[in-house]
Nanobody, 123 residues
């Protein structure tokens, strides 16, 4: 059982930075893969970034490679998404998600979700 709470969203100008945080509770955090998804109005929820259970591998959507970085602080049961060089098309609600062991890019294969945090990027 895992519970997730996102924070850190807000309004920024294009080219700016935000760091999202996802605080996890649950005794099995260290064996879960963690991921970030995002969803804009009228769009499908899409994979953004993920990191596997032992934190040895990470995966990024092509649209964010080189701009976003996923990381974890296992002692704090927290996963982060550092977002640099933000663009208006990054505007969405960002969700933290968890599943056992290995990262996948399909949203329905994740078992646990946070409530989402809004990121808005203006020109």
């Amino acid at each position: 059982q895992v519970q997730l709470v996102e924070s850190g969203g807000g309004l920024v100008q294009a080219g700016g930075r935000l760091r999202l945080s996802c605080a996890a509770s649950g005794r099995t955090f260290s064996t879960y893969a963690m991921a970030w998804f995002r969803q804009a109005p009228g769009k499908e929820r899409e994979f953004v970034a993920g990191i596997n259970w032992d934190r040895s591998d990470s995966l990024y959507a092509d649209s964010v490679k080189g701009r976003f970085t996923i990381s974890t602080d296992n002692a704090k049961n927290t996963v982060y998404l550092q977002m640099n060089s933000l663009r208006p098309e990054d505007t969405a609600v960002y969700y933290c998600a968890a599943r056992e062991m290995v990262v996948v890019i399909v949203a329905i294969l994740y078992d646990y979700w946070g409530q989402g945090t809004q990121v808005t990027v203006s020109s």
